[in-house]
């Protein structure tokens, strides 16, 4: 596993006029070219740690893999110094991506969805019927999941710069953390670590992430078959769409006692 953070020195400056040179820590984003059966897919930026998870849910959220028992084996590849290279052998049977999906360009931290061809096709993608999980959640468990999330996030307390999501239980239980640059990255991260235990679909469970409720986090979400996503921040109006297509709760501003429902409020155990 590669760095996940560096030491880099920084000019403080005040409005008082004080100034002083001191080190800061930096979170480290790298790329990770994912390869299959040696062929170029993608190039992610990406925070180093847990690229195993991170790749094995990109590609469920892509479609290409549904559980554990597609993948035969992942490698970082020995024809790179650093290990920001990592090839995934599909077991028998199993079809590869298909050329469409292929980029011949770097994905940003901050893109999710770029391998899809149209939005149509990610509607379609529901390997799971989440509208029938029979989860229901008080407004209290929902409360504490932030400050939760926010304990476990281990790398943003030293440097303040990284996402995070969190897979809850029903009871609020803590059951996985992941952190990166990206937000979908983090998503896929919790989601790759899910396929790997064979946890998949993630029913009866709530997705907590630290930042806004994004489009294609809602799609990664729902291919994984979570019922539940609840954000810090604010929905998209296409997140708010899909949700209720899926029959996903879309919990956004969930901040203190607060919260808004935007989605499936039928599962908030009032």
Sequence with gaps: MGRITVRKPVLRVTTTGARGRRPDTLAVEEPLEIRVAGKPLTITMRTPGHDFDLVAGFLAAEGVIGDAGDLAAMRYCADTAEQNTLD????????????????????????????????????????????????????????????????????????????AAGLFGAGGELLAVREDVGRHNAVDKVVGWALRQGRLPLAGTVLMVSGRASFELTQKAMTAGVPVLAAVSAPSSLAVELAEDAGMTLVGFLRGETMNVYAGAERIAL
Excluded: N, W
């Design 88 to 163: 995934v052998a599909l077991a028998p049977g199993v079809a590869p991506p298909d050329d469409s999906m292929t980029r011949a360009f770097t994905t940003t931290s901050a893109c999710g969805v770029c391998g899809k061809s149209s939005i149509e096709s990610l509607r379609a993608d529901r390997p799971y019927e989440v509208g029938a999980d029979p989860l229901r959640i008080a407004p209290e468990v929902l409360a504490v999941l932030p400050e939760r999330l926010r304990k476990a996030q281990r790398v943003f307390d030293r440097t303040g710069g990284l996402h």
